[in-house]
């Protein structure tokens, strides 16, 4: 009970601090993946389009995915600086392989048979990526979506090694002064933000997903 009081005068205390934190932790993590999905879905299509250069382009992002975060922080900041802008680069950088690998092997993996159908009624290559592919692929994509947003939601923790704040703050204080209150202050809504995340996520998921077809 004695630590369960302490934590709790803990949030009290250094309410101001957690919140402003966990408002840029939230501009990060979502600016972060609006940027990747806008980056991976349409080359995640491309490759689709272009198998010869799909493995080439999955390459590259899980390449970056082995850097260790904290590295690859720390060689970006002598080409961008320190900041926010070198904290974006590096979460877009690691949330790039989920979306991009479930957005290409959603589309390839529907169904051929489906296709020809769809060809033999006349549709266009265009028509039957938009109301065929796509729509049928949309559980693979969201479900790579989801994942890279946890994975950013939690690798934004790095970002105060940057300047760049963040709920990273809060913890990396409490290490610093032995806290477990100030740390646990810190990851607990790390974690409340990567589970919110995605729950919403999912909502969408199953009001965007046609009917009949699987959710992840």
């Known amino acids: 009970m004695d630590a369960i009081q302490v934590f709790l005068d803990t949030i009290i205390t250094r309410q101001d601090l ?6 840029e ?7 972060a993946i609006l940027i990747a999905v806008a980056i991976s879905l349409p080359l995640g ?3 689709s389009r272009k198998r010869k250069v799909a493995e ?3 390459g590259i992002t899980s390449v970056f995915q082995t850097i260790p975060s904290l590295a690859l922080f720390g060689f970006l900041v002598p080409l961008i600086g320190i900041g926010t802008g070198t904290a974006l680069v590096a979460l877009i950088i690691y949330a790039l392989l989920p ?8 589309i390839t993996g529907v169904d051929e048979g489906i296709i020809e159908a769809g060809e033999g009624m006349g549709m266009t290559p265009k028509q039957i990526l938009f109301k065929i592919q796509l729509p049928l692929s949309l559980p693979f994509m969201m479900a790579g979506i989801r994942t890279a947003t946890v994975l950013t939601v939690g690798v934004a923790t790095l970002a105060t090694f940057v300047g760049a704040g963040g709920l990273g703050d809060v913890i990396w204080r409490g290490l610093q002064s032995w806290n477990n209150s100030l740390v646990l202050a ?3 809504p790390v974690a409340l933000l990567a589970l919110a995340f995605d729950y919403i996520l999912k909502r969408v998921e199953k009001k965007v997903t046609p009917k ?3 959710h992840t």
């Open 56 to 58: 080439f382009y999955i």
């Open 45 to 47: 299509i491309y490759i």
């Open 212 to 214: 009949g077809v699987n």
């Open 99 to 106: 979306i991009l690998r479930n957005t290409y092997t959603g």
């Open 18 to 23: 957690i919140i402003s934190r966990t408002i």
């Open 186 to 188: 810190g990851a607990i």
């Open 25 to 31: 932790h939230l501009y990060l993590s979502f600016v």
